[in-house]
């Protein structure tokens, strides 16, 4: 199994909503990752799990809040969140290398609309 | 910042063609990554070279990394339609934990 598995595909929630976006892989991989990609942008860091534990938040405000309950999902919990959270929010894991990342395998990715 | 700068913006070709897009990059690296994009999908890992490789082949695709400019390229031989995507250079600094910082991508279209 070599996917990366992001639900849901589509979100539309309001201001005052709390959601999760959620992210599993069974690749035993032991990093995993949330980008952010706006229209026509780059994807941007928002999180790093390394080993279970939290290794980089890129200052993301705290609407958004990760959570890695084991080896293999990612969770991204949502609330309060504004118009312009709206994105597509990518899930990503890499193999287990202490020394550098490697490549990444990304999921196809939740696209959320706040409105 | 890290992130990469890519040229160009877009890039439109016909099939059968070469296609080469550049990356440059501002501080010293681990490795430099190549991805693709369909439009609104996950990003599929393309190719990865190391600070200390010099060029890179995998099947169509050549990528070239030069340190002491801090710029890579990735040349596409023989295009196909099915090639139209964004293709984005994503780069790891030295001592940044498993942090992949992408570049700005470039927005391939090859046309039949």
């Known amino acids: 199994d070599t996917e990366v598995t992001q639900t849901p595909k589509h979100l539309v929630m309001g201001m005052t909503n709390k959601k999760s976006l959620k992210c599993e892989q069974h690749m035993g991989h032991r990093a995993m990752y949330w980008y952010k990609q706006k229209a026509k942008k780059p994807p941007e860091l928002m999180f790093v799990y390394s080993y279970e534990k939290l290794s980089i938040n890129e200052s993301v405000p705290s609407r958004f809040s990760p959570e890695c309950p084991n080896s293999s999902l990612l969770n991204l919990h949502l609330h309060a969140l504004q118009p312009e959270d709206s994105a597509l929010y990518l899930c990503?894991?890499?193999?287990?290398?202490?020394?550098?990342?490697?490549?990444?395998?990304f999921g196809e990715g939740s696209r959320l609309t706040v409105l | 910042s890290q992130q990469g700068e890519e040229d160009p913006q877009a890039l439109s070709i016909q099939e059968g063609e070469n296609a080469t897009m550049n990356c440059s990059y501002k501080t010293s690296i681990n490795n430099l990554q190549w991805y693709r994009q369909n439009s609104g999908r996950g990003l599929v890992h393309l190719i990865l070279?190391?600070?200390?490789?010099r060029e890179k082949h995998s099947g169509r695709l050549r990528v070239t990394l030069d340190t002491s400019k801090k710029s890579s390229s990735l040349l596409i031989t023989a295009s196909r339609a099915a090639d139209t995507a964004s293709y984005f250079c994503a780069t790891e600094v030295t001592g940044g934990g498993n942090k992949l910082t992408f570049g700005t991508g470039t927005q391939l279209k090859v046309e039949l």
């Open positions: 990503a894991s890499s193999p287990p290398n202490t020394r550098n990342t490697g490549e990444l395998f």
């Open positions: 070279i190391r600070s200390n490789e």
